[in-house]
């Protein structure tokens, strides 16, 4: 039996993006928490991949493989398989990290996490965020004081973003992809951890292109108390990805900039960032050690801060209704 001191043995199912983002944080830390116990994706060509460029990685013949070999297993796949991989994991006695959405189908989602309890938690990396911990401690210590808007807005010269079009078969499918369901999502979630449930929604989605997916959204809702107001466009600027997450109060305000660095609004009127902050490309592999942290505790059965399957399962119920309320055009 594995002792507690030695590293948790994670399997990995899909050597997407995710999955080598995934295995590159394992394998670039010393002493990590947990090492790879085996990797499989269906596809040949990300097979022969990975064995090239980690050859000391054991690489599995099925999905089932990897479960047997695993104290947990990570669900890097498109959406649609994700709960086959999660139901056999779980099956098992495995535990359960899963990319999100957790489910194409939403009957389906809602009936996995009531049969899965606490035994699985999905990938939203801002649960780990050294950014999104400044902003929790700045409204702590009463920067915002008492909340009264959030703004969200995402945007992207084209969608899927350039380094996705390996994925763009699903990416930008309306069953599965879209930026809403891939980028919105982990909005949702901040929003939803630092100041209470999703409610009240009122949205519209565009699908100007046939089969592919949205290009623009614009939605309003409750996050506990506060009023958000949502926005996202495909084609209105040349950055491949530009997000803010604005919470203004009587007190003042602070945003969450380009996924990772937290401002705060100084007396004239402009956002200054923390001292310590960094881009996404320094500050995304630190996120990534720390949920590995906390995926040891979770199948361990300890307290840790990974989003949950209830927190994923309430996100992704905002996700697919604001996906359908269509129409024919939004305001600019």
């Known amino acids: 039996m594995r002792q507690p001191t030695e590293p948790l043995a994670l399997g990995i199912i899909g050597a997407g993006i995710m999955g080598e983002r995934m295995l590159n944080a394992v394998l670039g830390q010393d002493d990590a928490p947990v090492r790879v116990a085996a990797l499989w994706d269906p596809s040949p060509a990300a097979r022969a991949r990975i064995a090239a460029g980690f050859p000391d990685l054991p690489l599995a013949a099925d999905a089932a493989a990897v479960v047997a070999a695993s104290d947990c297993v990570y669900i890097a796949s498109p959406p649609a398989s994700h709960l086959g991989h999660a139901r056999a994991a779980l099956a098992a006695g495995r535990s359960v990290f899963c990319e999100k959405p957790l489910a194409v189908d939403l009957a389906e989602a809602r009936a996995f996490v009531a049969d899965a309890g606490d035994r699985g938690a999905v990938n939203f990396p801002f649960a780990s965020s050294l950014g999104v911990a400044t902003l929790a401690q700045w ?50 979630f901040l929003s939803r951890r630092l100041l209470g449930p999703l409610q009240g929604l009122a949205a519209q989605a565009v699908f100007p292109e046939p089969g ?114 269509t129409g024919t055009g939004l305001g600019r």
Do not use: K
């Open 139 to 188: 409204i702590a210590d009463g920067a915002v004081g008492t909340p009264r808007r959030l703004t969200i807005e995402v945007a992207f010269a084209r969608w899927p973003r350039g380094w996705q079009a390996d994925a763009a078969g699903w990416l930008d499918a309306p069953q599965e992809g879209g930026f809403t369901r891939e980028v919105v999502s982990h909005f949702l």
């Open 212 to 325: 592919r997916s949205e290009r623009a959204i614009d939605a309003t809702f409750r996050a506990g108390d506060v009023p958000v107001v949502l926005r996202g466009r495909v084609g209105e600027t040349a950055l491949d990805d530009h997000n803010t997450w604005t919470l203004e109060g009587e007190a003042g305000a602070v945003r969450l900039r380009d996924w990772a660095i937290a401002e705060r609004r100084e007396p004239d009127g402009r956002f200054a960032p923390a001292a310590d902050a960094m881009p996404n490309e320094r500050a995304r592999p630190i996120a990534l050690r720390r949920q590995l942290d906390g995926v040891v505790r979770m199948t361990r059965g300890e307290p840790h801060s990974l989003a949950t399957l209830a927190e994923a399962l309430e996100v992704q119920e905002v996700v697919e209704a604001i996906l359908a309320q």
